[in-house]
């Protein structure tokens, strides 16, 4: 990665809501034991509960939360957008700084279509992109 910073002047990013990441295209939204315990507090449940009725198994031992039909993680609601956005995980939070879209300009840009926070906002500058990329609570350098 450190050969590949084209990314050394900070990148844009601001979210606006629209929930085109938590919808659609299914996905794997890993979640932690600690994410899972702040969640299930936030839902009123133990976390025993809150992990077998909200997330799923992934392979090698981590979680995911669930999705509905449609693809749409289950904790997304369309008129409310986010239910848990305040302890929403890691791999929610690190977003678009994650190791598989900031690899090179040509997945930014791929990224970005379909989102429409990147590229706007506040600069993030190179030191907490770094920072985010160090953990980005994917599953690995170049997988999402
Ligand atoms: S797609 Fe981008 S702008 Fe839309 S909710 Fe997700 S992060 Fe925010
Ligand atoms: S936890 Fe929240 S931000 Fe993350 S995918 Fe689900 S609804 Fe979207």
């Known amino acids: 990665m450190a050969a590949a910073r084209w990314w050394r002047d900070g990148l844009r990013f601001e979210c606006t809501r629209c929930g085109n990441c938590c919808g659609g295209a299914s996905g794997s939204v890993r979640v932690d034991d600690a994410e899972i315990a702040a969640l299930a507090r936030r839902a009123g449940l133990d976390d025993a509960g809150f992990r077998a009725a909200f997330t799923r198994p992934l392979r090698g031992g981590e979680r995911s939360l669930r999705e509905r ?3 749409t993680c289950v904790l997304y609601d369309p008129r409310r957008g986010c239910t848990a ?8 939070r690190t977003w678009p700084f994650w190791r598989a879209v900031v690899h090179s300009p040509e997945r930014w840009a791929e990224e970005a279509a379909g989102c429409p926070g990147m590229g706007r906002g506040p600069l993030h500058d190179a030191a907490s992109i770094a920072s985010a990329l160090a953990d980005d609570g994917t599953s ?5």
Do not use: E, T
Request: glycine content about 18%; aromatic content about 6%.
């Open 85 to 92: 956005y305040a302890d929403r995980p890691r791999q929610c």
């Open 69 to 71: 039909r449609d693809g």
């Open 140 to 144: 690995g350098s170049l997988a999402g």
